[in-house]
């Protein structure tokens, strides 16, 4: 059975500042979870044109997640079964991720529609989607303020930030107290519709259940990091952020193929991504 998800996810953000703090989230988390066993790996990363996008970026990525396969799957499926192919395209302020080639469950389908408006949380059909789609969909507010201790928010490790607490030093914005998404400014929302299909006879719906908890749970980490490291990327401008993630994929290359040592798993997280950069550039 196909399931259609909407996550909407308010943040104390302009959309002008989400792009930028979004990028350098997703290329820092990248980086603290690339070892030289398992981790994250870019294929292919180059400007594209599309007639329903418009101009963007075009990004190829693997993902090795020998060590995130759930207890219940490893009894049929080995560790070098997960590794996952993911195609994007973005172009702000709307994108679509495709997952595929995952050699275990080749006859799976997981499509990512996203959209970003300056409100907080409000717009009913952003996704323009049919009375069928709507009478299917289900609809979740994630609230970056709160906290989740399900499988995959343990799984994933990220580090643990109380928003309730936390103020940016450079832009004075939190605590992120109850009811901060009704009356916070500025505010702008990430709409994620994910539509997963496995058609997998007495499989199939744990399996989309399962991707399905494990996106929210990434949702999740990703925004309430992109918030809690305001004070790092608050700032930047996009032509920083792409060479930042020119000099990221080549730290990622490296990482991955270079032999692991015991010890180093969480060296260098005090620092900024810019630090790490700075490093990984003097290098190459």
Request: aromatic share 8%; charged share 25%.
């Amino acid at each position: 059975m196909v399931q259609i998800k909407e996550f909407r996810i308010v943040m104390p953000m302009s959309m002008e500042e989400y792009e930028i703090g979004l990028s350098y989230t997703i290329m820092k988390m990248e980086q603290q979870n690339t070892n030289s066993k398992e981790g994250v790996e870019v294929l292919r990363q180059v400007p594209f044109e599309d007639e329903k996008l418009g101009k963007g970026q075009f990004t190829s990525k693997v993902y090795h997640l020998q060590s995130k396969i759930p207890s219940w799957m490893k009894g049929f499926a080995p560790s070098s079964a997960l590794t996952v192919h993911e195609d994007s395209w973005c172009a702000f302020p709307k994108s679509r991720t495709v997952g595929e080639n995952c050699p275990l469950f080749s006859k799976c389908s997981l499509t990512i529609d996203t959209v970003t408006r300056p409100d907080n949380g409000c717009s009913e059909n952003v996704h323009n989607l049919t009375s069928e789609q709507l009478a299917a969909r289900e609809v979740e507010i994630i609230d970056i303020a709160s906290i989740s201790r399900d499988y995959w928010s343990k799984v994933i490790g990220a580090p643990n930030v109380d928003l309730t607490t936390f103020k940016s030093q450079r832009t004075e914005r939190g605590p992120l107290l109850k009811g901060w998404m009704d009356s916070c400014v500025p505010v702008m929302t990430t709409y994620k519709l994910l539509i997963m299909d496995a058609p997998i006879w007495g499989l199939g719906e744990r399996l989309e259940d399962c991707i399905i908890a494990g996106e929210r749970a990434l949702f999740l980490a990703c925004h309430r990091l992109c918030f809690a490291w305001i004070d790092e990327w608050y700032g930047m401008t996009m032509e920083q952020i792409r060479e930042m993630e020119r000099q990221t994929d080549m730290l990622l290359k490296k990482t991955l193929k270079k032999p692991g040592k015991a010890g180093s798993k969480h060296e260098g997280n005090k620092k900024t991504l810019k630090d790490e950069i700075v490093a990984v550039g003097s290098c190459t």
